[in-house]
């Protein structure tokens, strides 16, 4: 539920109001926007009738129900956009944000290569898989904390920040050693023990939306993050399982949109995944801009027909430069920003 403090409600009432959350068996979520403060009264086994009745509390406006099951990331509790500072670089404020590397790191001269490359290129953030999660047990696995070593390196050689996937509850504190913002990878997303984990964690997360997830369940997912303490988080569409097998998922640009609704949370997009398939990569990618993407991630490799993992849906250090080309260029920028 949600009160609603009058425009002229003091600090005293409002103290009040959050104290009466507090007993009445809730959490208190207080935002306070430029002119008047909203406070979330959330949880599962508060005395509800008792937070209706502050109605009568003074300096209350009103006392309203959140409509959605998901609360602390839904729009109607918080109307100001959600900005997630990744070690300086912000997601969801007027710039595209795009993250590009390898899907793997390979070796520390396939990193820095790409790392170097990208980052002339335009990008503000490097990602690069270390631990990877592979369909099938034989193949490539990541190279682990080597991997997380060689990322640092090329972050302190480039001043890109590192967004890297977390898979297990047992690496979270290695990761976050070395990373600027901690991956879940789509496979992850319902891992309830390590959304629980990651909350407590002081990092930036990236969500990746589950390939067979509802937005509902995308959006339940974030909350665990939020409602366990962490609400830097960034939701990343990345296509989901659908009966079209032309491309290797479908690339959901609807819930980009419909998720700038329903949530004050940045979005961003992942034509590589989405699709599968290079050539899609920059119509997509403009496509989530125009569908109002905060950001893209997008899979670079020098060397794509070598790579270890997600070759064909990797541009190459040229086709990179192009795509950051024709974004700037794409008048949908423009309208985006207006
Ligand atoms: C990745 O980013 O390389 C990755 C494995 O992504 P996803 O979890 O979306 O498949
Ligand atoms: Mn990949």
Redesign the pocket.
Known sequence: MLVNMSAGATRQEINHVIDRIKECGFQAHVIEGAERTVIGAVGSSGRRSEIEALRAAPGVEAVIQIATPFKLVSRQLRQTRTIVDVSGVRIGAEDLVVMAGP?SVESREQLLETAHAVKASGARLLRG?AY??RTSPYDFQGLGVEALRFLKEASEATGLPIVT?VMSEVDVETVAEYADML?I???NMQNFSLLRKLATVPRPILL?RGPSATVKEWLLAAEYLLAGGNSNVVLCE?GIKTFETATRNTLDLAAVALVKELSHLPVVA?PS?GTGLRSLITPMSKAAVGAGADGLMVEVHPCPERALS?GPQSLDLNGFAELMKELRKDPLQVIRAA
């Open positions: 899907c898989g990877k999660p996937e991956q990878g789509a496979r990746k990345r992942d995944h997600d």
